[in-house]
Antibody, heavy 125, light 108 residues
């Protein structure tokens, strides 16, 4: 069974650093992109960025570029999302998800499946 | 950037109703459109990919259609477990993804 398991909930103070994780199993971790998605309380889904664990190629949404760092350790099939200095506005649920890509000739379709269970990050003084 | 809009933002419906949700892209995205369902406190779940392909295990009452800029998710006969929020997502830019704002379906 393909599965992504995320690290547990975190409570942090503004200015603190944080690294949350997403461990893949049941598939070749290095062969699929892993994306991160933010969901602020009561709000919709926001794509943050994506990493290819095979070579650590990483792309960021312009909205999150410079605000977070996405990384991966392929030796332990784990992707990470980290902050160097948290703000109260980083309070949210964070999901990782595997990007499935289907190609036909020059065309590529992609979608997120499966998703991790989510990691709730609370930043409060 | 490709912007996605959804309508309505919320709707109330009864069990057995036919429900239609619309998603519009700010530019043509061919069939690069996916639909997800999210229930409260749960991670999103893929329903439809490539505009009209039903994900394995998803009930056949769900269907997707459309191409270009206008897309539709239809639930042919709403069931109690279908009350949730539905999001569209474009994958025209394979690695630069955008979600729609969501449509909440609740009980009338």
């Amino acid at each position: 069974e393909v599965q992504l398991v995320q690290s547990g909930a975190e409570v942090k103070k503004p200015g603190e650093s944080l690294k949350i994780s997403c461990k893949g199993s049941g598939y070749s971790f290095t062969s699929y992109w892993i994306g991160w998605v933010r969901q602020m309380p009561g709000k919709g889904l926001e794509w943050m960025g994506i990493i290819y664990p095979g070579d650590s190629d990483t792309r960021y949404s312009p909205s999150f570029q410079g605000q977070v760092t996405i990384s991966a350790d392929k030796s332990i099939s784990t992707a990470y999302l980290q902050w160097s200095s948290l703000k109260a506005s980083d309070t949210a649920m964070y999901y990782c998800a595997r990007l499935e890509i289907f190609s036909s000739g020059w065309y590529f379709w992609s979608w997120f499946d499966p998703w991790g269970q989510g990691t709730l990050v609370t930043v409060s003084s | 950037d490709i912007q996605m809009t959804q309508s309505p933002s919320s709707l109330s419906a009864s069990v057995g109703d036919r429900v239609t949700i619309t998603c519009r892209a700010s530019q043509s995205i061919s069939s690069y459109l996916n639909w997800y369902q999210q229930k409260p406190g749960k991670a999103p779940k893929l329903l439809i990919y490539a505009a009209s392909s039903l994900q394995s295990g998803v009930p056949s009452r769900f269907s997707g259609s459309g191409s270009g800029t206008d897309f539709t998710l239809t639930i042919s006969s709403l069931q109690p477990e279908d009350f949730a929020t539905y999001y569209c997502q474009q994958s025209y830019s394979t690695l630069y993804i955008t979600f729609g704002p969501g449509t909440k379906v609740d009980i009338k």
